[in-house]
């Protein structure tokens, strides 16, 4: 029973050290706003739109689009479409007559997945800056101004923003955004930022390249690569955005699994980045695989020596401990732990980290580790809170 609790508090305090080092850094530093050295300029600007089976939803969204704080006659639209019902229609048929700003359409034949869209609609793009948004989203209207301010940096080759309210209000998504909100705002004073959104994002457009064809992290990967040509990539949390979430256990896997699964598998791709590009190969990406790689299985397995010993010393009242971490899941996906809900947003994020890490070695050892393509389908329920 001693070794059982000695190994129990030596995995607590492995799992916690890094988090506590980053609080310590974070509390020193400090950091705030953007490290960009901004001003106000505007250059022209693409914004690019991936698009499939949006018809509920896509003429609301170009009509936030053509209403951003920003001259509409330095912007360009590329939507990239693959949908069968309609919404590359409904796209024309909203630029009909308007002479600004200018429309792209691309319409694809066969939907290959995300990551081929938008490197057709990046090669396309003719602007100086490229921001990249998603239709089941919305952005504030000085969104562009903020980012483009940001690239005025010659150091800066891409930024990223913050989702500032969640629709649906989920109180978990909420939850991890703000302590995400923070990692991003230390590891971008630091050096750069691992992680981009697909809300929004903005990249220099000469800083541009190919992202892998099967990618699930298209966003993310993107930055990455830019770092890894010499610019910084950096998080902003004055550029705001809103997407919807979900709360509930159930339904959030689908959405927070497939991106856990991107990333872990990106970091894998790019794990010779390790050591490399300043602090940010030093610090930055040693974190991020410790968070999403390591942290994982240490908490699984956490709770699993926690429910040996437990069964060891109280029989069959030991499985007490199972059920309080299920009692915790269910509590906290239906936002009801009060103060302490951001630790289960946190405990949320590592179950699909977990799950996302063991998918990925089941696909490996079957030889298969192509087999996540990049195509999604629309979560009709998120769209319905759009609307």
Not at 31 to 59: H, K, M, Q
Not at 373 to 380: A, F, K, L, Q
């Amino acid at each position: 029973m001693k070794r059982l609790l000695e190994a129990l508090f030596g995995l607590i305090a492995l799992t916690g050290l890094p988090y506590l080092i980053y609080l310590v850094v974070y509390y020193v530093r400090r950091p705030t706003g953007t490290p960009a050295d901004t001003w106000p300029r505007e250059p022209s600007v693409s914004i690019v739109l991936p698009t499939y089976n949006e018809a509920a939803i896509v003429e609301s969204k170009l009509e936030e689009l053509v209403e951003l704080d920003y001259p509409m006659e330095n912007v360009e639209i590329v939507v990239v479409d693959s949908s069968d019902d309609g919404t590359a229609e409904l796209v024309e048929t909203f630029f009909a007559g308007r002479q600004e700003p200018k429309l792209t359409l691309i319409r694809e034949d066969e939907r290959r997945g995300l990551a081929t869209a938008l490197n057709q609609a990046y090669a396309a793009a003719a602007n100086e800056v490229v921001v990249k948004t998603d239709c089941d989203s919305r952005l504030a209207p000085d969104a562009v101004r903020t980012a483009v301010a940001n690239l005025a940096d010659p150091d800066v080759g891409a930024v990223t923003g913050r989702n500032a309210e969640v629709i649906g209000d989920s109180e978990v998504e909420q939850g991890y955004r703000d302590i995400q909100t923070m990692i991003q705002i230390l590891e971008s004073h630091i050096d750069s930022t691992l992680i981009f959104h697909g809300p929004f994002s903005a990249f220099e457009r000469d800083a541009i390249v190919p992202i892998d064809d099967d990618s699930i992290a298209d966003d993310t990967e993107l930055a990455l690569k830019i770092r890894r040509n010499g610019d910084r990539v950096v998080f902003d949390p004055d550029i705001h955005y809103r997407e919807a979430a979900h709360s509930e256990f159930s339904k959030r896997r689908e959405q927070k699994d497939r991106r856990a699964m991107g990333l872990l598998r990106l970091l894998w791709r790019q794990r010779d980045a390790l050591g490399r590009h300043g602090a940010y190969g030093r610090i930055v990406l040693p974190f991020n695989w410790w968070f999403m790689v390591v942290s994982p299985w240490l908490v699984a397995t956490g709770i699993a020596v926690a429910t040996i010993g437990s069964l060891a010393v109280a029989g069959p009242f030991g499985l007490a401990t199972p059920a309080g971490v299920l009692a915790f899941t269910a509590l906290g996906s239906r936002d009801a732990l009060g103060p302490i809900q951001p630790l289960y947003s946190l405990f949320d994020t590592q179950i699909s980290l977990l799950r996302a890490s063991v998918s990925l070695l089941r696909a490996r050892a079957a030889g298969d580790e192509t087999s996540h393509d990049g195509t999604w389908s629309p979560d009709e329920e998120l769209r319905e809170v759009l609307q």
